[in-house]
């Protein structure tokens, strides 16, 4: 059954933003097997729920702040898909002329304040971001996305009690996924709640399933207007998982069972919905041209990006300080 309460235009809104993430990403993957492409990824497969979910609510003059797996954030925030695709590969066409790579991915003008190579350090960014919005009077929220290796970090606390002191308008979304890197999030931690954390700050804290995008949406609709409000920050847990390595080159197993990962492939965002429409009544050619629409939209990301320079080699020092 399609949820009633959203809107078929919405449904279908939300089916498109994590086609294009996942075909971008499968994309990306595809090209730095190849070994054109230099740097370092870590891949968003699985987890477009939340970014689909969250920026929907999102306009560009809001603030975003990402993490090291922060392609499918800087698209949904909506940088345009070849600038993100050049940044990647080090192409003076990127969003911040190559020099960036994946993990500085940046673009103000799209309210995007980064990917971060730094776990945990979007966040006292969000609250920088939120109070500037606080002291000039404007109606943006800040939101930042994180993982569950954040949330034991000194950042989070800094980050989030500030942001409650001052009822700033923020939103704090932890993408727990599990695992940082190979450790198991119930090792890391006696409170495997990060929702329940929210009370030791005295704002709301709210789990959701992560996979499930209409769940997600919901409760960031919910938290955006409390944000935009005046309320103050929530923080919003989204239960995903990662079913990809951690790293492009991380066979992703040995620290976690084939079984585990074959349970959440099966609930795999994308297919959700898709199941979802389909009871609902949408017609399965609309969805197929929708996924198509996706794929050439990064098909052309990739020409633009491949075809574009590479840097010249006489400006190797410029924007160096020293
Ligand atoms: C402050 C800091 N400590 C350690 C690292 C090394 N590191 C990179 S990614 C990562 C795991 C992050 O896990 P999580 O926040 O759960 O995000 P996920 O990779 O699961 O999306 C770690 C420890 C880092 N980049 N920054
Ligand atoms: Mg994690």
Sequence with gaps: MTNPTLPPATLIALYRSMHRMRAFELRIQQVFRSGVMPGFIHLYIGEEAVAA?????????????????????????????????????????????????????????CGFLGTNGIVAAGIPIASGAATAVQVLGGTQVAVSFFGDGAVNNAAFHEGINLAAAWNLPAVFVCENNLYATEMPFEKATRNTSVAS??????????????????????????????????????????????????????????????????????????????????????????????????????????????????????????????
Aim: charged share 20%; net charge negative; with cysteine.
């Design 53 to 109: 979910g969250v920026c929907v609510h999102l306009a560009a003059t809001d603030y975003v702040t990402s993490t090291h797996r922060g392609h499918g954030h800087a698209i949904a925030k909506g940088l345009p898909m070849e600038e993100v695709f050049a940044e990647i590969w080090g192409k003076p066409a990127g969003s911040n002329g190559g020099r960036g790579g994946s993990m500085h991915i940046y673009d103000p003008s």
């Design 197 to 322: 954390r929210g009370a030791a700050y005295g704002i709301p804290g709210v789990a959701v399933d992560g996979n499930d995008v209409i769940e997600v949406y919901a409760a960031a609709e919910a938290a955006v207007a409390h944000a935009r409000a005046g309320q103050g920050p929530t923080l919003l847990e989204c239960k995903t998982y990662r079913p990809v390595g951690h790293f492009e080159g991380d066979p992703g197993i040995g620290y976690r069972t084939r079984e585990e990962i074959a349970e959440w492939k099966a609930r795999d965002p994308i297919q959700l919905l898709h199941a979802r429409m389909l009871s609902g009544g949408v017609a399965e050619d609309t969805l197929v041209a929708i996924a198509r629409e996706c794929q050439l939209e990064v098909e052309h990301a990739y020409e633009s990006a491949k075809n574009s320079p590479e840097a010249d080699p006489a400006t190797f020092a410029q924007f160096v300080y020293a």
